[in-house]
């Protein structure tokens, strides 16, 4: 068994800040892909930023202003997220592709809500 568990989010002004961590745990080979998906209210779930290997992607809407970051040693990825809009706010979920003895497995974290005002 897997467990991805993130935390940071939270409600902040327009302009502001804030860091998403997410950690994963539980018998684990080896994890390929680690990204940021996020999920607003009315609308399909989309990729923010994923690390695959060495190289990191970037939504179109958050370049620039959000940086992913990874740490293999603690299995755990970040998501630096800054100049912060209104249109940010909404539901964001931390993906992993992990390695276990089993196989390869997609894996969600329960989302942490990210909360814009204006």
């Known amino acids: 068994q897997v467990q991805l568990v993130e935390s940071g989010g939270g409600l902040v002004q327009a302009g502001g800040s804030l860091r998403l961590s997410c950690a994963a745990s539980?018998?684990?080979?080896?994890?390929?892909?680690m990204g940021w998906y996020r999920q607003a209210p009315g609308k399909q779930r989309e990729l923010v930023a994923v690390?695959?290997?060495?190289?990191?992607n970037y939504a179109d809407p958050v370049k620039g202003r959000f940086t992913i970051s990874r740490d293999n040693a603690k299995n755990t990825v970040y998501l630096q997220m800054n100049s912060l809009k209104p249109e940010d706010t909404a539901i964001y979920y931390c993906?992993?592709?992990?390695?276990?003895?089993?196989?390869?497995?997609?894996?969600w974290g329960q989302g942490t809500q990210v909360t814009v005002s204006s």
């Open positions: 539980g018998s684990i080979f080896s994890i390929n892909t």
């Open positions: 993906n992993a592709v992990v390695r276990t003895y089993g196989g390869t497995r997609n894996y």
């Open positions: 690390t695959i290997g060495g190289s990191t």
